[in-house]
T-cell receptor
Framework: NAGVMQNPRHLVRRRGQEARLRCSPMKGHSHVYWYRQLPEEGLKFMVYLQKENIIDESGMPKERFSAEFPKEGPSILRIQQVVRGDSAAYFC??????????????FGDGTRLSIL | AQRVTQPEKLLSVFKGAPVELKCNYSYSGSPELFWYVQYSRQRLQLLLRHISRESIKGFTADLNKGETSFHLKKPFAQEEDSAMYYCALSGLSSGSRLTFGEGTQLTVNP
């Protein structure tokens, strides 16, 4: 089991461009979580998705950010019109649960997004 | 609102010395507490969770609801314990999402 796979590992974008971050959960996992880590800070929850459904997006910025987890393929975190403040590490995690809070989440290596 | 506080950003000990990484939380309800660890050039991985009440790599952590703490302890630190440690919380009112502390960088010196 390759674990949670995120790509790309590093992504460089210029201000105003779009960034697309991909996450393939562990085999058998149907729940995906996205977290953001700004420099010198801890991980902050962004969004929780199941296949074709957004369950909790309370941590997502109101504008420019969106996430999806289609029936087929990886989960995508999309950031439109990126700004310098979007520079961060974005981590994806997955779990096999039906949403119960006592199941551990397994993390990917993260995508380091740099905005020029 | 739920919150996790790790008061020490950096912690340095000598090999063989006891180590304690502090974690305090605020949550109105019964939380689930976790410790995650990130070794150099590796991904974040679960170290232990309070519900399991187990010892992993010599580390233990006890949930103290009176003091709202979940400190991570090891009686004799090893050089390979050097890593970034994150305390995290989840609870029924917050669904599955994890709330993380800012992390403590542990360095074990020879």
């Amino acid at each position: 089991n390759a674990g949670v796979m995120q790509n790309p590992r590093h992504l460089v974008r210029r201000r105003g461009q779009e960034a697309r971050l991909r996450c393939s959960p562990m085999k058998g996992h149907s729940h995906v979580y996205w977290y953001r880590q700004l420099p010198e800070e801890g991980l902050k929850f962004m969004v929780y998705l199941q296949k074709e459904n957004i369950i909790d997006e309370s941590g997502m910025p109101k504008e420019r950010f969106s996430a999806e987890f289609p029936k087929e393929g990886p989960s995508i975190l999309r950031i439109q019109q990126v700004v310098r403040g979007d520079s961060a590490a974005y981590f994806c995690a997955s779990s096999p649960t039906t949403g119960m809070s006592n199941q551990p989440q397994h993390f990917g290596d993260g995508t380091r997004l740099s905005i020029l | 609102a739920q919150r996790v506080t790790q008061p020490e950003k950096l912690l340095s000990v000598f090999k063989g010395a006891p180590v304690e990484l502090k974690c305090n939380y605020s949550y109105s309800g019964s939380p689930e507490l976790f410790w995650y660890v990130q070794y150099s050039r590796q991904r974040l991985q679960l170290l232990l969770r309070h519900i399991s009440r187990e010892s992993i790599k010599g580390f233990t952590a006890d949930l103290n609801k009176g003091e709202t703490s979940f400190h991570l302890k090891k009686p004799f630190a090893q050089e390979e314990d050097s890593a970034m440690y994150y305390c995290a919380l989840s609870g029924l009112s917050s669904g599955s999402r994890l709330t993380f502390g800012e992390g403590t960088q542990l360095t074990v010196n020879p």
